[in-house]
Every structure is written in structure tokens, then in C-alpha cells.
């Protein structure tokens, strides 16, 4: 059967089981859009490059599956590259076409050419630069495979258009053969057993859970692990639901902004389990001050993380899920090493001690009075299904939801961790629901954030994409203007940005939106009882929120997390 490239593009797309896909058409792509009009796949028209990257990304962290985005040459592929650096931080499989110039106009200075395999060569696990259309079944084949396997994360194809015209014989491949990629999933089973009796030994262990467990699917072997152990758990940003929150052995959020319990327990324990972290700098805070007194035992399928930052004491290269599975079948393999454990119901009481001394806390005055951002996000999760998907822009607003939302089930809590995307909320709120069509998806946003990308709510309005955003309006950059009152006295340099321009109630209903706002604690629950009844549309309610509110526990930069600060009285947890 003879396709041109174009057509072969979208029917290997198909072959791979994609069933939506989020884009923008121009110029080098157009010959690719006109078979999408023949195609089931459907195709989502965003109004930024840089959302269709987001939503892919959304899609991709609520289902598992990996999420399609495609945009022209040039500015449009630029416009992308910050979707594919926070999905390689994060480790968010996506595959990503672009069009490119005819080959040979490349490297000519054409209209809207840039290298873009250059470009993104840093930011993506592989890209390709297709040259023959002949190639495509079997570059999207492996795009698919290397976005998907290992550690993963996202790809690139690059599309010329005399390709995307070209002519081809249609054919399938029956496998994928790339000699040079072999991710290594299963963990070794000396590594295995050294983990087992190092975690017996243990008088104060802590789980340290990261992203790779959710990535791994493995959040069931997890919760069995740790009945059968009675190891406390902390969560790290990017793993909230990976454990749930209401379990006993839950401790929360490590890191700069995580709980004191959290954070101290780190410090203090004599080892920690790292599954699937990275031992980031906003976990460990000064790097040389961090848990000095833990051995460490470090899971993860990518080995140029272990020893990148700390040196593991046991090192084990594998898929988490496969990991934890084998730890518990060498427990239960061997009853007598399991009783004759070391008891660490010493430190078990330790840590609900610090729980219960060193709790999360705001104050929020009478119904009337300013209203407290904390306040707000406990009353939307109060008042949604627990399974609601939460999807995070960057900042306060950030912090305060994964500190103060309980996460019961994986795959629920949705933001931008290692690079930190400013306007990642709304189009990544889009891509879940589009994902999870019969799940609640609530947008935790900032007005900071809100600015860059709200215009991806008209794709939403136009699309039936029902998502409901909670916006923190404080007029600020808030966490900038933080760091600028604790550490630069007081001198708030470009960080205002006004509470009523643009008016957000006006502008959401611009774009189709049902919109409200809030300016006080009473109205809080009715308004957001009123949100939740609409299902037709988008919703976004503007919240007023006190301005001069900080994020605490914190721990300033360039210090140990020893010198965690409690609140605005500037306690330190020692």
C-alpha cells in the first residue's frame, strides 16, 4: 500500500494505540494536518505551542500513557522546547513531532527553520531527524519505545515536509531493534539481599520515595512493603499519592517546604531507602549537612543517578516496582532474618511524637476577615471526590496544595517539580481531563501563573474540556517576594503585579469560562459547591488571598535542613 509520508505518519501514530493528540498547524507540518482529518486520533488546537506540550504532559502524568503533541517548524518548536526540558526533569513520557523545512533547504537560513534537533538534544531522551519516508513506521515505533521503557521521559521526531510528501510502502515493524538502548529493569539479586539485611539492621529507617515509584506503577508493592517492615514513609514532591496520606506510617513532604516531621526524620534516621529519587537539592538542602548519619540503600532504573549526589551504600539499578517486589519475596523467604529484626517501635513513636508536636498551622481570622490561601485549598479538598485530580502551577500556591491536599491514591497530584514551569497548570489541567474524562480536575493556580497560559482555557471552552480552576490571587509573585522579605530586606523589586488588572472574572468569562470570585472566608464553601455543579464548561474562581502570607515550615537555601524555620516566629526545629 503506497502513503505519502504524512499519511504514514498518522496511521503508525494510530498503530501505537493514540487516541488524542494536541497541536497547533503551520507552514512544514501542514501536510501532516490534512490526514488527521481521515484519522480517529483526536486532535485537540491549542492556542500556544507551549500548551500542547503541558496538556501532553498532563495526559501522560494522569494516565500513564504517553502524551502526542505536534507543531510546525521555527518559533513553534522553540515554543515547545520548555514542555520537553520540564518532562526530562520529570520524567514524563511524551513524544513530540515538529515540522522542519524541506531537507534541502536545511541549514539555509529558510523561513521558520531552526536546528531543532539541536535545540532539543538536551532536553530529550532522543530525537530524530527523519530523512527518508521510508523511515517512519520505524522511528515512531522507537520513539514510542524509548519515551516509555527505562526512565522515561520525552522525544523528539523532527518532520521535513518534502518527507511528510514523499512517498512510501506502508509497512509495520514486528519489534524494535535498537542495539545501543537496553534499560536494565530488573535489580540484582546480591544488591537485593545486601538491602534486606541492611533494612534489618536498621534502628531508624525511613522510606524516601520519589517519582520512580509512580512511574513504576508500583505504589500496591509499596503499601506491602511497608506493612510488612513498619518503615515510615515521606513522600517527595513529585511521589504525593505514591503513599497515602492518612496511613500511619505517612510522614509527608520532605524538602524545603515540607513538614517538620518529614524533614527531621531525614535527618535523623540511620538509613534511608531511596526509591526512585534523586536526592534533589530542594530535599537534601545543603548537600554535606544532609541525614549524615544514614546509610544509604538507592533504587532507580537510571544508573548515572546513583552516586550522582550521594554515594549509596547499596546500589541498586532497577524498575521500583521490581525492586520492592523482590525485597518482599527475600523477607518473606527468609521468617527467622524477619524476626530477629531490629525493633524500631522506638522510633516509630519518635516520629508520631514530632507529628503531633510540630503540626502544619495557619491562622485564619474571622469569616470576614483576609483570606488565607491555606483556608481555601482545604475547603476545595474537603468539598471534592477523593480521587480528584490536583494539577499545580509553580510558586506558593504549589506548596500550599501539596502540603495541605491529603493524597490517598496515586496519580491524583499533577505539577511541574524539577524544573519548576510557571504556566504549567492550566494546559497540564486540560491533558488530564482529556485523559480521564470521568475524573474530577482541579487547577491549584497562581495569578502569576495564571497569566502566562490562561489563554489555553478558550481551547478548553471550544473543546467541552470541563476543568475547574482555583486561583490564588495575591498580586504577587508570591514565593519571590517571600525570598525578597526574609533574605533581601524587604526590597520588592518587580514583584507586584496588581489585584484587579487584568479582571480575571471578566477575562475567564472572555474565553467561556463560568467565573466567580471570592474576597472572604464565608464565601469559600458556597462558591466552590457552585463550581462543582457545573460540568458543561470551564470554571475558574478567583480567590483574594492575603498577600503577605509566607510558606512555612521552610529551610533557607545554602543551609542544612537542621535549621528548618517553623513559621513567621522564626522557630527552628532543634
Same mark, same amino acid.
Request: hydrophobic letters at 40%; glycine letters at 10%; charged letters at 20%.
Given at each position: 500500500?503506497?502513503?505519502?509520508?504524512?499519511?504514514?505518519?498518522?496511521?503508525?501514530?494510530?498503530?501505537?494505540?493514540?487516541? $488524542?493528540?494536541?497541536?497547533?498547524?503551520?507552514?512544514?507540518?501542514?501536510?501532516?494536518?490534512?490526514?488527521? !482529518?481521515?484519522?480517529?486520533?483526536?486532535?485537540?488546537? %491549542?492556542?500556544?505551542?507551549?500548551?500542547?506540550?503541558?496538556?501532553? &504532559?498532563?495526559?501522560?502524568?494522569?494516565?500513564?500513557?504517553?502524551?502526542?503533541?505536534?507543531?510546525?517548524?521555527?518559533?513553534?518548536?522553540?515554543?515547545?522546547?520548555?514542555?520537553?526540558?520540564?518532562?526530562?526533569?520529570?520524567?514524563?513520557?511524551?513524544? %513530540? @513531532?515538529?515540522?522542519?523545512?524541506?531537507?534541502?533547504?536545511?541549514?539555509?537560513?529558510?523561513?521558520?527553520?531552526?536546528?531543532?534537533?539541536?535545540?532539543?538534544?538536551?532536553?530529550?531522551?532522543?530525537?530524530?531527524?527523519?530523512?527518508?519516508?521510508?523511515?517512519?513506521?520505524?522511528?515512531?515505533?522507537?520513539?514510542?519505545?524509548?519515551?516509555?521503557?527505562?526512565?522515561?521521559?520525552?522525544?523528539?521526531?523532527? *518532520?521535513? /515536509? +518534502?518527507?511528510?510528501?514523499?512517498?512510501?510502502?506502508?509497512?509495520?515493524?514486528?519489534?524494535?531493534?535498537?542495539?545501543?538502548?537496553?534499560?536494565?529493569?530488573?535489580?540484582?539479586? /546480591?544488591?537485593?539481599?545486601?538491602? %534486606?539485611?541492611?533494612? *534489618? &539492621?536498621?534502628? /531508624?529507617?525511613?522510606?524516601?520515595?520519589?517519582?520512580?515509584?509512580?512511574?513504576?506503577?508500583?505504589?500496591?508493592?509499596?503499601? &506491602?512493603?511497608?506493612?510488612?517492615?513498619? @518503615?515510615?514513609?515521606?513522600?517527595?514532591?513529585?511521589?504525593?499519592?505514591?503513599?497515602?496520606?492518612?496511613?500511619?506510617?505517612?510522614?509527608?513532604?520532605?524538602?524545603?517546604?515540607?513538614?517538620?516531621?518529614?524533614?527531621?526524620?531525614?535527618?535523623?534516621?540511620?538509613?534511608?531507602?531511596?526509591?526512585?529519587?534523586?536526592?534533589?537539592?530542594?530535599?537534601?538542602?545543603?548537600?554535606?549537612? *544532609?541525614?549524615?548519619?544514614?546509610?544509604?540503600?538507592?533504587?532507580?532504573?537510571?544508573?548515572?543517578?546513583?552516586?550522582?549526589?550521594?554515594?549509596?551504600?547499596?546500589?541498586?539499578?532497577?524498575?521500583?516496582?521490581?525492586?520492592?517486589? +523482590?525485597? !518482599?519475596?527475600?523477607?518473606?523467604?527468609?521468617?527467622?532474618?524477619?524476626?530477629?529484626?531490629?525493633?524500631?517501635?522506638?522510633?516509630?513513636?519518635?516520629?508520631?511524637?514530632?507529628?503531633?508536636?510540630?503540626?502544619?498551622?495557619?491562622?485564619?481570622?474571622?469569616?470576614?476577615?483576609?483570606?488565607?490561601?491555606?483556608?481555601?485549598?482545604?475547603?476545595?479538598?474537603?468539598?471534592?471526590?477523593?480521587?480528584?485530580?490536583?494539577?499545580?502551577?509553580?510558586?506558593?500556591?504549589?506548596?500550599?496544595?501539596?502540603?495541605?491536599?491529603?493524597?490517598?491514591? #496515586?496519580?491524583?497530584?499533577?505539577?511541574?517539580?524539577?524544573?519548576?514551569?510557571?504556566?504549567?497548570? $492550566?494546559?497540564?489541567?486540560?491533558?488530564?481531563?482529556?485523559?480521564?474524562?470521568?475524573?474530577?480536575?482541579?487547577?491549584?493556580?497562581?495569578?502569576?501563573?495564571?497569566?502566562?497560559?490562561?489563554?489555553?482555557?478558550?481551547?478548553?471552552?471550544?473543546?467541552?474540556? #470541563?476543568?475547574?480552576?482555583?486561583?490564588?490571587?495575591?498580586?504577587?509573585?508570591?514565593?519571590?517576594?517571600?525570598?525578597?522579605?526574609?533574605?533581601?530586606?524587604?526590597?520588592?523589586?518587580?514583584?507586584?503585579?496588581?489585584?484587579?488588572?487584568?479582571?480575571?472574572?471578566?477575562?475567564?468569562?472572555?474565553?467561556?469560562?463560568?467565573?466567580?470570585?471570592?474576597?472572604?472566608?464565608?464565601?469559600?464553601?458556597?462558591? @466552590?459547591?457552585?463550581?462543582?455543579?457545573?460540568?458543561?464548561?470551564?470554571?475558574?474562581? &478567583?480567590?483574594?488571598?492575603?498577600?503577605?502570607?509566607?510558606?512555612?515550615?521552610?529551610?533557607?537555601?545554602?543551609?542544612?535542613?537542621?535549621? !528548618?524555620?517553623?513559621? #513567621?516566629?522564626?522557630?527552628?526545629?532543634?
Amino acid at each position: 500500500m503506497k502513503l505519502t509520508g504524512a499519511q504514514a505518519l498518522i496511521k503508525s501514530l494510530e498503530m501505537q494505540g493514540v487516541d $488524542v493528540m494536541f497541536g497547533l498547524p503551520g507552514g512544514a507540518i501542514l501536510p501532516v494536518y490534512d490526514p488527521i !482529518i481521515d484519522s480517529p486520533i483526536r486532535h485537540i488546537l %491549542v492556542r500556544h505551542e507551549q500548551g500542547a506540550g503541558h496538556m501532553a &504532559e498532563g495526559y501522560a502524568h494522569a494516565t500513564g500513557r504517553p502524551g502526542v503533541a505536534m507543531v510546525t517548524s521555527g518559533p513553534a518548536a522553540t515554543n515547545i522546547v520548555t514542555p520537553l526540558a520540564d518532562a526530562y526533569m520529570d520524567s514524563v513520557p511524551i513524544v %513530540v @513531532i515538529t515540522g522542519q523545512v524541506a531537507t534541502g533547504l536545511i541549514g539555509s537560513d529558510a523561513f521558520q527553520e531552526a536546528d531543532t534537533t539541536g535545540i532539543t538534544m538536551s532536553v530529550t531522551k532522543h530525537n530524530w531527524l527523519v530523512t527518508d519516508a521510508n523511515d517512519i513506521p520505524n522511528v515512531v515505533a522507537e520513539a514510542f519505545h524509548v519515551a516509555t521503557t527505562g526512565r522515561p521521559g520525552p522525544v523528539l521526531i523532527d *518532520f521535513p /515536509k +518534502d518527507v511528510a510528501n514523499a512517498e512510501m510502502d506502508w509497512y509495520w515493524p514486528t519489534s524494535v531493534d535498537m542495539p545501543g538502548y537496553k534499560p536494565n529493569t530488573r535489580g540484582h539479586s /546480591k544488591m537485593i539481599a545486601a538491602a %534486606v539485611k541492611m533494612m *534489618f &539492621e536498621s534502628a /531508624k529507617p525511613v522510606f524516601y520515595v520519589g517519582g520512580g515509584v509512580l512511574n513504576a506503577r508500583g505504589s500496591e508493592a509499596l503499601a &506491602e512493603l511497608v506493612e510488612i517492615t513498619g @518503615i515510615p514513609v515521606v513522600t517527595t514532591l513529585m511521589a504525593r499519592g505514591a503513599f497515602p496520606d492518612d496511613h500511619p506510617l505517612c510522614l509527608g513532604m520532605p524538602g524545603m517546604h515540607g513538614n517538620y516531621t518529614a524533614v527531621t526524620a531525614m535527618q535523623k534516621s540511620d538509613l534511608l531507602i531511596a526509591l526512585g529519587s534523586r536526592f534533589d537539592d530542594r530535599v537534601t538542602g545543603k548537600l554535606d549537612g *544532609f541525614a549524615p548519619g544514614a546509610k544509604v540503600i538507592h533504587v532507580d532504573i537510571d544508573p548515572a543517578e546513583l552516586g550522582k549526589l550521594r554515594r549509596p551504600d547499596v546500589p541498586i539499578v532497577g524498575d521500583c516496582r521490581s525492586v520492592i517486589e +523482590d525485597i !518482599i519475596r527475600a523477607i518473606k523467604a527468609d521468617p527467622d532474618a524477619y524476626q530477629q529484626r531490629t525493633d524500631i517501635s522506638d522510633w516509630v513513636k519518635t516520629v508520631k511524637q514530632w507529628q503531633e508536636k510540630y503540626p502544619l498551622k495557619y491562622e485564619q481570622p474571622a469569616l470576614s476577615g483576609v483570606l488565607k490561601p491555606q483556608y481555601v485549598i482545604e475547603k476545595l479538598r474537603d468539598a471534592v471526590p477523593s480521587d480528584t485530580i490536583v494539577v499545580s502551577g509553580v510558586g506558593q500556591h504549589q506548596m500550599w496544595a501539596s502540603q495541605y491536599w491529603k493524597f490517598n491514591y #496515586p496519580y491524583t497530584w499533577i505539577n511541574s517539580g524539577g524544573l519548576g514551569t510557571m504556566g504549567f497548570a $492550566v494546559p497540564a489541567a486540560i491533558g488530564a481531563k482529556v485523559g480521564m474524562p470521568d475524573r474530577t480536575v482541579w487547577a491549584i493556580d497562581g495569578d502569576g501563573c495564571f497569566q502566562m497560559t490562561a489563554q489555553e482555557l478558550v481551547t478548553a471552552s471550544m473543546e467541552r474540556i #470541563p476543568i475547574k480552576v482555583a486561583l490564588l490571587n495575591n498580586s504577587y509573585l508570591g514565593m519571590v517576594r517571600q525570598w525578597q522579605e526574609m533574605f533581601y530586606g524587604e526590597r520588592y523589586s518587580e514583584v507586584y503585579l496588581s489585584p484587579d488588572l487584568p479582571d480575571y472574572v471578566k477575562w475567564a468569562e472572555a474565553m467561556g469560562c463560568a467565573s466567580f470570585r471570592v474576597e472572604n472566608a464565608e464565601e469559600v464553601g458556597p462558591t @466552590i459547591e457552585k463550581a462543582n455543579e457545573i460540568n458543561d464548561r470551564p470554571v475558574v474562581i &478567583e480567590f483574594r488571598t492575603d498577600s503577605s502570607e509566607k510558606v512555612f515550615p521552610m529551610v533557607p537555601a545554602g543551609v542544612t535542613n537542621d535549621n !528548618i524555620i517553623l513559621g #513567621p516566629e522564626g522557630l527552628n526545629g532543634k
